[in-house]
């Protein structure tokens, strides 16, 4: 695809229930980045990839929150046991390997809603 | 603790008009300062990216300035449009890693007819 793909665009659960966010970064970009983004608040860094090296975890926010990525292609960020703090924008990105001066292309989004 | 403000937090014009954005950062070593559009319900969009030697920088109608010495930066909207509502966003690189980045809140701007 022409940009970086996010499922779902909207997504309503219930308290205590698991959810499941995926991004289909751009085709050959090593490098690939999870934010979260509350009303009102700059982007939250959560995790970054880049190609096969060990993930930077240090922004996930507690164990309830975690994410994979197969090689260079999906990534999921799984949130499990939601609680209505986690209610935000996901957003996912990717650059170009990690050269400091790599624009990131964003997706637009998950908007998760926990009730 | 590494830091971006912008101001102001919101900004209403009218179309035709220009505007400055600034962007204040305390974010050390420097590596480069990028500014980010986000149109309401989509991803940020690249504007510009300024490295620590630059000192402006254009993308069209958008033009970025960067005073690595007083760590500020301003952002430049000339004969703004009504597509030019959005919120703008200042990105600061932390230069010992090159993925780590420090993101402002955003200034909300509101381009009237």
């Known amino acids: 695809g022409a940009g970086v793909s996010q499922s779902p665009s909207n997504k309503v659960t219930e308290k205590g229930k698991d959810v499941e966010l995926r991004c289909d970064p751009i085709?050959?970009?090593?490098?690939l980045y999870w934010y979260r983004q509350r009303l009102g608040q700059g982007l939250e860094f959560l995790i970054y990839?880049?190609?096969?090296?060990?993930?930077?975890k240090s922004g996930l926010p507690s164990d309830r929150f975690s994410a994979e990525r197969t090689g260079e292609s999906v990534s999921t960020l799984t949130i499990q046991r939601t609680q209505q703090e986690d209610s935000a924008v996901y957003l996912c990105?990717?650059?170009?390997?990690?050269?400091?001066?790599?624009?990131?292309?964003f997706g637009n989004g998950t908007r998760l809603t926990v009730t | 603790k590494n830091q971006v403000e912008q101001s102001p937090q919101s900004l209403i014009i009218l179309e035709g008009k220009n505007c400055t954005l600034q962007?204040?950062?305390?974010?050390?070593?420097?590596?480069?300062l990028r500014w980010y559009k986000q149109d309401t319900g989509r991803g940020p969009v690249s504007l510009t990216i300024?490295?620590?030697?630059?000192n402006t920088k254009s993308n069209g109608r958008y033009t970025a300035t960067l005073d690595a010495d007083t760590k500020q930066s301003s952002l430049h909207i000339t004969a703004s449009q009504l597509s030019d509502s959005a919120s703008y966003i200042c990105?600061?690189?932390?230069?010992?890693?090159?993925?780590?980045?420090?993101f402002g809140k955003g200034t909300s701007l509101l381009v009237t007819p």
């Open positions: 990839f880049q190609g096969n090296s060990a993930p930077d």
């Open positions: 990105a990717s650059s170009l390997g990690d050269r400091s001066n790599s624009p990131l292309h």
């Open positions: 300024m490295t620590f030697s630059e």
């Open positions: 085709s050959g970009h090593t490098a």
């Open positions: 962007c204040n950062y305390t974010v050390s070593p420097f590596s480069n």
């Open positions: 990105v600061v690189s932390h230069s010992n890693s090159g993925y780590a980045l420090n």
